[in-house]
Structure formats: structure tokens, C-alpha cells
Nanobody
Framework: QVQLVESGGGLVQAGGSLRLSCAAS????????MGWFRQAPGKERQFVATISGSGRTTDYADSVKGRFTISRGNAKNTVYLQLNSLKPEDTAVYYC?????????????????WGQGTQVTVSS
């Protein structure tokens, strides 16, 4: 059974940093893309960042480009999201997702596996 577990969320002041982690189990994800999405109250889930199975390709939403960095752990069954220069509008539940494909996609429908989410709250 595939399981994704996020950690690292919390409350931080604007301008601060957090590092989110996602540990995957139940299957080897080293060849498959993984991504991060977020959902604020009353809004749809939106793409944040993705990394290809090889780790060589990354993609970011324009709203986080230059501030967030996605990376894979050495075992590649772990993915991280470094959040820097946080803004109040970054407040959301952040979800880790895993794909059945090696290429990095922005579309939420390309990710059949999801974690439970971790709350990130940025105060002004």
C-alpha cells in the first residue's frame, strides 16, 4: 500500500523559512515524478512544484519561483520543499503527491497518490 507522509509544517512569520518533507513507502518512487500542491481555505488545490523521477527536471508555479526549492533525498523515496521568504498568501495545507510517470507534470490529475497534508501558516 502506497503511503505518503508529510512533515515540517508550522507557524512562521513573514520572511521566514520552513522545510517540508515527504516520505514515501509501499513502492519505489525513484523513477517517478513527485510534486507539492497546496490548498487554502475556500480555494482549489493548486500546483506548487514538481521534480522528475531522475531529479534533473524541476518546475515551479510562478508565485513561488525563486523562493521555494524542491529536491529529492538520496534514496529518492523522499522529497523536500524548502520554503524561503514566506508570505501570508503562502498560508495553506501543503500536500505531497507521487506520479506513475517519470516526467514532471503540473496537472493534479497526473498524481494518483497523495499524503494527508501539512499546515503552513505565515503571519504578517
Amino acid at each position: 500500500q502506497v503511503q505518503l507522509v508529510e512533515s515540517g509544517g508550522g507557524l512562521v512569520q513573514a520572511g521566514g523559512s520552513l522545510r517540508l518533507s515527504c516520505a514515501a513507502s509501499g513502492r519505489t518512487f525513484s523513477s517517478y515524478a513527485m510534486g507539492w500542491f497546496r490548498q487554502a481555505p475556500g480555494k482549489e488545490r493548486q500546483f506548487v512544484a514538481t521534480i522528475s523521477g531522475s531529479g534533473r527536471t524541476t518546475d515551479y508555479a510562478d508565485s513561488v519561483k525563486g523562493r521555494f526549492t524542491i529536491s529529492r533525498g538520496n534514496a529518492k523515496n523522499t522529497v523536500y520543499l524548502q520554503l524561503n521568504s514566506l508570505k501570508p498568501e503562502d498560508t495553506a495545507v501543503y500536500y505531497c503527491a507521487a506520479s506513475d510517470y517519470g516526467l514532471a507534470y503540473r496537472n493534479v490529475t497526473q498524481y494518483p497518490y497523495w499524503g494527508q497534508g501539512t499546515q503552513v501558516t505565515v503571519s504578517s
